[in-house]
């Protein structure tokens, strides 16, 4: 929904609908002639069908309210230049976009009224369920998570943003600044000022493995029913202090691309060698050769890019899986006893980079 198009007919604010002054007079001055009332008519509807997305995008379903729209235009198209029809199927238009932008406000107020951790767990579940490559690909999604987090990139901006902007959703003008608010006010003490000082990797590893608890996605689904792994944000994670493999990695990232760490987010399914299948999330993180040579026991370093400018480390942050950054995982571990060769597992394994996408 784009200002330009809503301003000049319906005038929106927390405390409730306002109707235009210049709306209310069009509407009650003494008009006579159909041609003018019909293609106001049709202006009336381009609103209603913004108003329409909006709500889908905020509530999910808007199937009752778009068949209401449908018979109303129907009967428009269906109308022969009869004046006093057309006015009481404006009447009606009308009275539907005054409910739906009402109902609309209702919801955004409730949230916005909301606890700053609450307002902003009910925003990553509208990016979940807006974001459409979230169902397609996976790795898009947490690594928008882990960029989002760290006021890198908000690749939400299109999809929820636009429309949660309109309505004045954000305190802080922007969702990047409200969910960093709401991190740092999870971390506590603990989250000094990154403008100031980074953390190293050992001390964002040993923060996160022990005070993130590991829980199943049935456990944080507040409910719902996902049709795949739910992705938590880095905030949602912190808030309530567990998560499983993905939260783990997708939480980790944004510490570590927080202190200028690069991480690549990584995925493994392996149906094929691993005893009862493997369906895991983990990172590969950027480190300085130097450390790794000085604090490495058994975790190779692995390299990308012809190994020239990058040499990371698998990093597992997951609880019950890795002692330490500078360990194999245990998952790791098994391949190597028994002689499965990295080129092997690594086919069934997707890595997506953490940076702004060009």
Known sequence: MKNNLLIPLIAVSVAGLTI???FTGLYFVKQNNYNELSSEFSDLENQLLELLADYETLF??????QQQYDNLVSQHNSLQLDYNEL???????LTLAQDLVSEIEGLIFS???LPMLDKMTFYYHLCRMNFDPWYDSQMVFARNLILHGSRQYNGFYNDIDSVLLEYDFFDYASSMAEAYVAITHCLGDWMLDTAHYYFDLDTIFNWVTANIDYRYDDE???????PMDLFLSPLETLKYRCGDCDD???LGGMLFEDSLIDVKFTTIHDRTYFPGELHHAFLWVNCDYGDWVENAVSNPIWTFNGGVTYEWVLCDLTTGWQQSIWHEPQWLTWYDNNGILPSQ???FVSTITCDPPT
Request: overall charge negative; charged content about 25%.
């Open 60 to 65: 999910g379903d808007n199937e009752d309210l």
């Open 20 to 22: 235009s002054s210049s």
């Open 345 to 347: 597992w690594l086919a």
């Open 111 to 113: 949230i916005k009224s």
């Open 220 to 226: 944080t689904a507040y409910g719902r029913d996902y």
């Open 248 to 250: 783990y990695a997708i």
């Open 87 to 93: 006015v009481d199927l404006y009447e009606t238009l």
